[in-house]
C-alpha cells in the first residue's frame, strides 16, 4: 500500500505531546510492514541544523492562501528506501520559537500557518511522483485534508484521488477560528454550513475531517466510545455519532527501540525484568540528580506532564497536600499554565526534601524518571490514549490512573485481575479518590512481593507498534473500499 501521513509534529524533528510519538512510530512502522510510506510535517527552526542531510527538492509549491499567493519549498529526508520525509519550508509561518504558541498564547495566525499546511500536504499526495493510494492525517492542524481532497476529486479534475483517514489524538484541539478564516481555503461557500466545516458560526478544522474522511480513529477504544458522548464529545459528539460505522478505537503503541531500559543513552543504569535490583540503582542516581535525600526505602512518586486542566494537575496537588505527611518523595516534570507552574514550584519550596518541582521539558530527563520512579502518577480528566502509563509499565514503575480513555484501556488493576494487576486505577476525579490511590501505592511499597508481581506484570506487557500498525493497516484496507 502506498500511504501519505501528515501530521504538525514528528518526533524526533518535532514535540510537544504525543502525537509527535505516535505518527513517527507509525510511520516507522509501517515503513517495516513493506508499505511505501511519506510523512509531511512543516519544517520547524532548527531541524535543519539538527538534520544536516535534510536536502532541498526540486518542487516549489505556489498555492493562493485567501486573497494572497505563498511559496514554499519541500525538503525531504530519506529514512530508507521505504519511508521518505517531506518538510514544507516556509519561514513566516514555521520557523518561529514554538510550534503553535508562545508564552501561553497561540499565534494570532494559526488559520492562516496550518490551511496552507493542509493545502501542500494536498498538493503532495495529487502530484507524488509514487502516487499515494491513501493519505492518513492527524489532529486539527491537518484534518482539512480530506475536504480539500474530496474538493479536488469531485470538481477539479483529480482522477483516482486517495482515499483519506482521520486520527483525532485529542477532540478538545479542533482548530476553531472566525468564519473570516474560512476564505483561507479558497472553497465554494457552500462547505460553510454545519453539514461541512461550520460550527457554530466559526471555522471547524477538525470537523472538516471528520465529516469528508472515509475513516477516522482514534487513539484508544474506550475514547472512541467517550468522543461519542456530551461528556467527552466537546460538541461533536452529533458529527461523530452520524460517523459512527466509521469510527475506530486503536490503541497506540510503545516504541521499543526508544523507551527501553537497556542500551538507553538517557539512563545512568541498565536494567531488565531479571535484573530488577539495577532498577533501585538507576532510583538512587535520579534522588542524587534531583537533590533529594539518597534512599531506596522511601517511595518515589513522578508525573511527567503538560500542565494543563486535562491532565488531572490539580486533584494531584490536592491529593499531595494530603499525603505528603507520609514518607514519600515526588518528582513532576513538565510545563503549561503559569498557574501550575507556580502552584506546583510553591509546593516545592514549602517541601525541599520530598517535592522536586522541574519545570520545562527534557527528554533525557523524562527517561530517567519513568526509570528510577517506584509510581507513576497520571490522573487525567480525560486521556485520549496517554502514552507514559505505557512507558512506565516496560520501566517497572506501577502507573496510578484515572479510568478514562487509553489510561483504563491499558492499566489492569487488581480488582480486574488479581495476579495479573500491573497499576492501580481509581474513577471519581477528586483530590481524596487520587490520595485514596496513592495510600494503596504506599501499602502495596511496603509489600515487596506484591510490588514486584506489579512490575513484572506491566515489564511483560506487550504494546509493541506490531499490534498496533497491523490495526491501522486493517483499517487502511477498509478506507480504500470505501469508494474506487
Ligand atoms: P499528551 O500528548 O496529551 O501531552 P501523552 O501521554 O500522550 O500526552 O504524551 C506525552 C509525551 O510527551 C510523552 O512522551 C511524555 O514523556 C512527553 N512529555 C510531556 N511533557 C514532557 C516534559 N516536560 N519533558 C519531556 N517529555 C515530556
Known amino acids: 500500500m502506498k500511504i501519505l501521513l501528515a501530521s504538525s509534529e514528528v518526533h524526533p524533528y518535532s514535540k510537544t505531546g504525543g502525537l509527535a510519538d505516535m505518527v513517527g512510530a507509525l510511520a516507522k512502522t509501517l ?23 535534510i536536502k532541498k527538492l526540486d518542487w516549489e509549491i505556489e498555492l493562493p492562501l485567501g486573497t494572497r499567493q505563498e511559496t514554499a519549498e519541500v525538503w525531504t529526508l530519506a529514512i530508507n ?10 519561514p513566516d509561518f514555521y520557523e518561529r520559537k514554538g510550534l503553535y504558541q508562545e508564552g501561553g498564547k497561540d499565534y494570532p495566525d494559526n488559520a492562516e500557518r496550518f490551511v496552507f499546511f493542509s493545502k501542500c500536504v494536498a498538493q503532495l499526495g495529487r502530484y507524488l511522483p509514487w502516487k499515494p493510494e491513501l493519505i492518513h492525517v492527524h489532529d486539527w492542524q491537518a484534518a482539512l485534508v480530506p475536504l480539500f481532497v474530496r474538493h479536488q476529486s469531485l470538481s477539479d479534475g483529480w482522477h483516482h484521488a486517495p482515499n483519506t483517514c482521520l486520527t483525532i489524538h485529542n477532540l478538545a484541539y479542533q482548530g476553531n477560528f472566525p468564519a473570516a478564516a474560512f476564505d483561507l481555503t479558497n ?31 482514534t487513539v484508544s477504544p474506550r475514547y472512541a466510545r467517550e468522543i461519542m458522548t456530551g461528556q467527552f464529545g466537546c460538541g461533536l459528539e452529533g458529527v461523530l455519532q452520524q460517523r459512527r460505522e466509521s469510527v475506530f478505537g486503536i490503541l497506540n503503541g510503545v516504541d521499543y527501540s526508544e523507551w527501553r531500559t537497556t542500551r538507553n543513552p538517557f539512563l545512568d543504569h541498565a536494567f531488565s525484568v531479571r535484573s530488577l535490583n539495577r532498577k533501585t540503582r538507576q532510583k538512587l542516581a535520579l534522588q542524587k540528580e534531583l537533590g533529594l535525600p539518597v534512599n531506596a526505602a522511601i517511595p518515589l512518586f513522578s508525573t511527567i506532564t503538560r500542565l494543563a486542566d486535562q491532565k488531572g494537575v490539580d486533584i494531584l496537588l490536592g491529593a499531595l497536600e494530603e499525603m505528603l505527611v507520609n514518607r514519600m518523595q515526588f518528582v513532576l516534570l513538565g510545563s503549561g499554565s503559569s498557574y501550575f507552574e507556580s502552584a506546583y514550584r510553591d509546593l516545592a519550596m514549602r517541601c525541599p526534601d520530598k517535592v522536586v518541582a522541574r519545570i520545562g521539558f527534557d527528554q533525557g530527563l523524562s527517561h530517567r524518571i519513568e526509570a528510577g520512579s517506584d509510581f507513576f502518577v497520571m490522573p487525567s480528566r480525560y486521556e485520549p490514549c496517554g502514552l507514559n502509563q505505557m512507558y512506565s509499565q516496560r520501566y517497572g514503575t506501577v502507573p496510578i490512573v484515572r479510568t478514562t480513555g487509553g489510561l483504563d484501556d491499558s492499566v489492569v488493576d487488581e480488582s480486574e485481575d488479581n495476579n495479573g494487576a500491573t497499576g492501580i486505577k481509581f474513577a471519581e476525579y477528586s483530590a481524596p479518590a487520587l490520595a485514596k490511590s496513592i495510600r494503596r501505592a504506599l501499602s502495596i511499597f511496603e509489600d515487596t512481593k506484591t510490588l514486584l508481581a506489579y512490575r513484572v506484570n506491566g515489564m511483560n506487557t506487550d504494546f509493541s507498534w506490531k499490534r498496533t500498525g497491523e490495526q491501522y493497516s486493517r483499517v487502511y484496507e477498509l478506507a480504500l473500499n470505501q469508494h474506487s
Open 31 to 53: 515503513a517495516g510492514f513493506g508499505h511505501r510510506v511519506g510523512l509531511v510535517t512543516p519544517l520547524y527552526a532548527g531541524v535543519r541544523e539538527r538534520f544536516p542531510k
Open 81 to 90: 528506501a521505504r519511508l521518505t520525509i517531506y518538510f514544507i519550508r516556509h
Open 187 to 217: 472553497l465554494p461557500a457552500g462547505y460553510f454550513n454545519p453539514k461541512g466545516v461550520e460550527f457554530y458560526g466559526a471555522l471547524n478544522c477538525l470537523k472538516a475531517g471528520i465529516v469528508f474522511s472515509d475513516i477516522i480513529t
